[in-house]
């Protein structure tokens, strides 16, 4: 029985979803749903994956009935539409500033009349049939999910607007805060393992010499902290509704 992404949020549960960002085959529908992941999202932006291959999984994904949804570029991105006449169930849209940016994304993906998204050839998610273009909308839109992410301290300052705009399904703000200080903690086991054996990591066959990379190690293990740190602050700040831009001299 295949639960859309839409119907797993109205039944008030909380949906965690698994991120691929490399694997590139359609085995991690396989892996997400044996992990117990409620959704996939197949990534776009920061990896090497292409518009055949998040089709690939989006197909895959429909027919194993697990949502899939794939993050683009931004809101200028040419393939908003593309990923989900590919098979895709949503879309995640990075980057989305203001209002006037989430309208243009539910342009560009909603059937009218949210939006004027072109009618489509014939769609995997109905089997490749061909309905009529008024129960086509009414099918497909009954699923589509569309998330507007905001990145910045003017993404969070326009959020209410952007989570306003009829057609935007949820905006997500991602907070780094959490993600660095893991790291941050990891790579301290990491730092001490290298002063202590006075050579390399282990991690490699190739063991740089005592010096001076033990001593670039540690002032670089030293600068990311304090930007982990300082990023930390930044998201905190843009979190409680705190400008983080300079004050004008």
């Not at 008024?134 to 099918?139: C, D, K, N, Q, V």
């Not at 507007?148 to 959020?159: F, I, K, L, R």
């Not at 190739?206 to 033990?214: E, F, S, T, V």
Request: charged share 20%; hydrophobic share 50%; proline share 6%.
């Amino acid at each position: 029985m295949r639960r859309t992404l839409k119907a797993i949020m109205a039944g008030d549960q909380t949906a965690i979803g698994l991120a691929a960002c490399v694997v590139r085959t359609v085995e991690i529908v396989t892996v997400t749903r044996s992990c117990g992941f409620d959704f996939l999202l197949v990534d776009m932006e920061h990896g090497p994956i292409a518009i055949g291959d998040a089709a690939l999984i989006s197909v895959a994904a429909f027919e194993a009935g697990l949502p899939c949804l794939v993050r683009v570029g931004g809101p200028y991105a040419p393939d908003l539409a593309r990923v989900l006449d590919c098979g895709a169930e949503g879309v995640v849209v990075p980057h989305v500033e203001t209002a006037e940016e989430a309208r243009l994304i539910v342009e560009k993906c909603r059937f009218q009349p949210l939006g004027k998204r072109s009618l489509p050839s014939p769609l995997a998610r109905l089997g490749f049939q061909v309905p009529p273009a008024a129960e086509m909308f009414r099918r497909i839109e009954a699923d589509t999910f569309v998330v507007a992410m905001v990145e910045s301290a003017g993404g969070v300052a326009a959020a209410r607007d952007i989570a306003a705009v009829a057609g935007i399904d949820a905006v997500g703000y991602l907070i780094m805060a959490g993600m660095l200080a893991w790291l941050t903690n990891a790579l301290v086991g990491n730092v001490a393992s290298v002063y202590r054996t006075g050579e390399g990591t282990g991690l490699s066959a190739w063991n740089p010499p005592i010096w001076p990379y033990r001593v670039i190690y540690v002032i670089g293990f030293a600068l990311f902290a304090l930007q982990c740190f300082a990023k930390a602050i930044e998201n905190l700040l843009v979190v409680f509704g705190r400008t983080t831009e300079s004050p004008a001299r």
